[in-house]
């Protein structure tokens, strides 16, 4: 399925149910995120998946249970970062470019060649970094950029 801009960009009207054997938070999210209003594991009983087919084709929206409980449970994660500010999307630009380099290994000297900028800047937004976050040191950054998948494990 593509992204914004691709098929369902031109064809608005298409409604689009996805049938696969994944049911994990990296294959719902981004189907549904890029248009998907159907969602139905190869694990669903015929009948599931008869319902599925003509919920779409009515212009509902129809989840597996497995679809719907990660749905349910991404949504209860962002509230709660959200809740204790620790959220990405209250991040800059320049502070997500920053935690994608630090956590790649970079140091605060390599940090700043490759941003031209002082290393003291680069310590100031890691510092923001941190107190946005609410975490206390390079590693819980670490494990956070690979928690949201800014970097791969």
Avoid: C
């Avoid at 031109?10 to 696969?20: D, G, M, N, R, S």
């Avoid at 009515?58 to 949504?75: C, D, I, K, N, T």
């Avoid at 962002?78 to 997500?96: F, I, V």
């Amino acid at each position: 399925m593509r992204q914004p801009g691709g098929y369902l960009a031109i064809f608005p009207e298409t409604k689009v149910l996805v049938l696969t054997q994944y049911d994990s938070e990296d294959y719902v999210i981004p189907i549904i995120e890029a248009g998907a209003v159907g969602f139905v594991t190869k694990m669903s009983s015929f009948s599931d998946l008869a319902v599925a087919v003509r919920t779409v084709w009515q212009g509902g929206a129809y989840l597996s249970p497995s679809a719907a409980s990660v749905l349910v449970e991404e949504r209860r994660r962002r509230n709660t970062e959200h809740a204790k500010g620790n959220s990405y999307d209250s991040l800059t630009q320049r502070e997500r470019e920053i935690l994608k380099l630090i956590a790649e290994g970079h140091t605060t000297r390599e940090i700043a060649q490759i941003l031209f900028l002082s290393p003291k800047t680069v310590e100031w937004h890691r510092g923001n970094l941190m107190h946005k976050l609410k975490l206390r040191n390079r590693s819980e950054l670490i494990r956070y950029a690979i928690r949201k998948g800014i970097i791969a494990p």
